[in-house]
């Protein structure tokens, strides 16, 4: 049961822990508050309470999708929020103005709240179920410490990773990173609709589980870093490939309108 | 005109998407029992849509995950959920409970 516990507190913390620290590392280089972060996560946790005590009313609505309307929505808003947070990302976005930095808190504190409120759920979910007995709960709660443990130091690795990059590579990598993590959560929501029987399925359009297997731990990293999948169909690749490009384009047109005054007012 | 035929393409394009129609999908049932699957091997028709009805009757929740069919879901303690599956390709696809992998074992066979 411990190791079982493991895997699965690990997988939940992993993703989180991913968009954490590429959003800590971010703050750090525009030099902002840890505010949003910090309050994210507070809000996030009890959010995560309040949504696994309503699983069930979730999980019967909307016929009996309620949970795949849930997931594809939170996707979706967390998606859209990251694309809002990359394009303010700026190294002297402290100084730019007040307002701007406000919104970056307020954009941080709801993307945090979310991953933490989705992620967290599913723990508390997963650990309810032992809490009949004591013999049961053990080996829960230390396996979900190790995995919680192996998470953190994974995400904490990454942090550092980022922020000791050389000059021109510390706002492309985060920024890529994001980009991918925002599209492989893109075609996780197709994913969910599909469930749902909201959104027609289709035939995966390649298999690649003989090469990289999803159960792996490459696999496992892959999916959380880039949404990989062994077998994806052409509705997940369309959507993946749109969210990627919507994103560098939103980054570069933002960025391009930050300077442009810059230099119109040197001439 | 040619704004009509633009939002006619739409209009076709968004339909392509949207799937409300479930009628005449068949409909196949997996027990939890006992934190294991019940029929642990189920045959499927390939090729076409397959709405699964997955019902929990353990008092403690379970999540229906599938790596091989993108798929995954958590299911209350005495509660069923619809999980749509499909169309697949001929061939053997793993299932498990993730929060008790070790009994929850199941294989849908797709012919």
Known sequence: ?267 | MKTQLCLACVGMWLACWIAPVHAGVPVYQIEIREHLFYPAELRVPAGQKIKLQVINQDATPEEFESFELNREKVILGKHKATIFIGPLHPGEYQYFGEFHPETAQGIIIAE
Do not use: H
């Open chain 1, 1 to 267: 049961m411990t190791l079982s516990a493991v895997i699965i507190i690990l997988r939940e913390v992993l993703e989180a822990a991913l968009v954490l620290s590429l959003l800590v590392s971010t703050t750090r280089l525009m030099g902002l508050s840890y505010l949003g972060i910090i309050a994210g996560l507070v809000f996030g946790m009890a959010s995560a309470v309040s949504a696994s005590l309503l699983v069930g009313v979730i999980s019967e609505s909307f016929d009996g999708v309620g949970q795949e309307v849930f997931n594809a929505v939170f996707l979706t808003t967390i998606v859209l929020l990251l694309i809002l947070y990359a394009a303010g990302i700026d190294r002297q976005a402290a100084t730019v103005g007040r307002l701007k930095s406000l919104l970056q808190l307020v954009v941080s504190c709801l993307v945090v709240a979310l991953i933490i409120t989705r992620e967290g759920m599913e723990i508390i979910i997963f650990v309810s179920g032992f809490t009949d007995s004591l013999v049961d709960m053990l080996p829960v709660l230390v396996g979900g410490a190790i995995g919680t443990g192996i998470g953190v130091s994974l995400g904490v690795l990454v942090y550092y990773g980022l922020i000791n990059l050389p000059d021109r590579l510390a706002v492309v990598v985060p920024l890529l990173l994001l980009a991918l993590v925002a599209s492989g959560m893109a075609s996780q929501a197709v994913v969910y609709l599909m469930q749902g029987g909201l959104v027609e399925s289709q035939l995966p359009v390649w298999d690649s589980s003989d090469w990289i297997s999803e159960t792996s731990v490459t696999g496992q990293l892959l999916y959380a870093a880039l949404g990989y999948e062994a077998t994806p169909t052409l509705k997940q690749l369309v959507f993946y490939c749109t969210t990627l490009m919507v994103f560098m384009l939103v980054v570069v047109i933002s960025r391009w309108l930050r300077e442009a005054p810059a230099v119109r007012g040197a001439d």
